[in-house]
């Protein structure tokens, strides 16, 4: 399918041209042809009036000067030709370059005055024929059919260079057509450029909204999405306010509720009672934290966002080297220094930092991270030289979001929250083998 409007209304104008260059070309041809008729038929008459003019009657026999006035009926290579036939059809008069010429025409001598017609010889030769009868010669009563002959041929190489100059200057002609048309549509769709480079200034975040330098018909459509960038913004805002809080509010019942299970723990009585509540604190904790990062690491609809992986990959490889200093990982990066990612910042640390943080934790000493360019968008790998996950453990790990490590309810969020992140901007995750014997994440981003 054709993406570009451009192409595709440029391929709609050339298809439009090309076929009424198509319909066009026949009609001039007919037209031309017609004319061209016209003009033979004119010419022979002319010829034909030379004749008249030229015959004499005397005593009923007909008498025809020896050098008439028109030389090609005088010469004999001459391609015009010229008969007289009496009434009975009975040739009297012939020019001189009909003798090497076998006409096998008989006039019929019917009222009509003169005729114009076209007739083909034995030997597949054609003539245009003219036809005139007369009645009165000298001023004399007379009953003759004079006619004049010119060969089909040259009419016919007329056509053909007609043709072929018609079909050069039909294409010459579409040539330029189609260059004006190129530029003309060029020039018209600049608006809509205009318009989609504004766009991906926004998408980029370095544009606030939408100019109003616009042509009128594409005004209500760029005021309507400033609106929407404008509500988008404003219920971001008021979202991540409430959350912030929300926070806050859960932070207060929580921090007395961790008091109460502390005291209660003192008591040997009420230690199991502690241990519970201690227990139900922790994982309400984790479960605020994890609505709430899930919550606000959605990607905008408009902003497309770009970030470059390398330096978020070297912090949080440095602060991990700190937390697994015992462990002394070796860490490859297999992408180039301008790597980007179409993720925000936040998610993107969110998500590398818990891939990495699993890695870490379950590689035995090395870690690769590596980005590759596909067809259908980017990949980005995360493996370790681990012990790897069993084939029959991996669904149940991308679907719910758990590590085979934990073993309590609500350790697995750092994977659940990747999860989400990743399923907010339209990508996938896999898990699979890894050629180091680990475990090997890929999260594939989409194209466009």
């Not at 404003?234 to 979202?239: A, K, L, P």
């Not at 408009?302 to 390398?310: E, G, I, K, N």
Request: hydrophobic residues 40%; glycine residues 8%.
């Amino acid at each position: 399918m054709i993406r570009s409007l451009r192409v595709r209304l440029m391929l709609a104008a050339t298809l439009l041209a090309v076929l009424f260059m198509l319909a066009l070309l026949p009609a001039m041809q007919g037209a031309f042809s017609l004319a061209l008729q016209d003009s033979i038929e004119q010419r022979l008459a002319s010829d034909v009036t030379t004749l008249i003019s030229a015959a004499r009657v005397n005593n009923n026999r007909l008498q025809m000067p020896a050098q008439l006035p028109d030389e090609r009926f005088n010469l004999t290579d001459s391609r015009l030709l010229g008969y007289i036939y009496d009434r009975e059809g009975h040739l009297v008069w012939r020019s001189k370059a009909t003798q090497e010429e076998k006409i096998n025409y008989k006039p019929r001598y019917d009222g009509r005055g003169n005729e114009f017609a076209r007739i083909r010889e034995t030997n597949g030769e054609e003539f245009f024929v003219y036809d005139v009868e007369v009645k009165l010669l000298g001023g004399q009563s007379a009953a003759f059919s004079i006619v004049a002959l010119q060969p089909v041929r040259e009419y016919e190489i007329t056509v053909e260079g007609l043709r072929e100059n018609l079909y050069l200057g039909f294409g010459a002609a579409l040539l330029v057509l189609l260059a004006l048309l190129w530029i003309g549509l060029t020039w018209g769709l600049q608006a809509l450029r205009r318009l989609s480079q504004e766009l991906d200034q926004i998408e980029s975040g370095t544009r606030e909204s939408l100019s109003e330098q616009h042509p009128r018909e594409l005004l209500r459509l760029t005021g309507s999405l400033n609106r929407l960038l404008h509500s988008e913004r404003e219920q971001r805002s008021r979202y991540r306010d409430s959350l912030d809080d929300l926070a806050h509010s859960l932070k207060t019942p929580l921090t007395v509720l961790q008091g109460v299970s502390e005291d209660m723990a003192q008591k040997p009585q009420e230690r199991d009672q502690a241990w519970v509540l201690q227990t139900q604190i922790e994982r309400m904790s984790q479960q605020i934290s994890y609505q709430l990062q899930r919550a606000s690491l959605r990607k905008s609809g408009l902003v497309r966002h770009q970030v470059r992986l390398r330096p978020v990959l070297q912090s949080l490889c440095d602060t991990l080297d700190k937390v697994y200093r015992d462990k002394q990982v070796r860490v490859a990066f297999d992408l180039s220094d301008q790597c980007y990612m179409p993720i925000e910042q936040g998610a993107l640390l969110e998500m590398m930092g818990n891939l990495l943080e699993n890695a870490y934790r379950l590689c035995l000493a090395e870690v690769r991270i590596s980005v590759r360019e596909t067809l259908g968008g980017i990949e980005l790998c995360v493996e370790d030289d681990g012990p790897g996950v069993p084939p029959d453990q991996r669904a149940r790990i991308l679907q719910r979001g758990e590590r085979l490590d934990r073993q309590h309810p609500g350790q697995g969020i750092g994977l659940a929250v990747v999860k989400d992140i990743i399923e907010s901007y339209s990508a996938k995750l896999t898990l699979g083998n890894s050629p180091m014997g680990g475990a090997a994440f890929r999260v594939h981003f989409p194209g466009g």
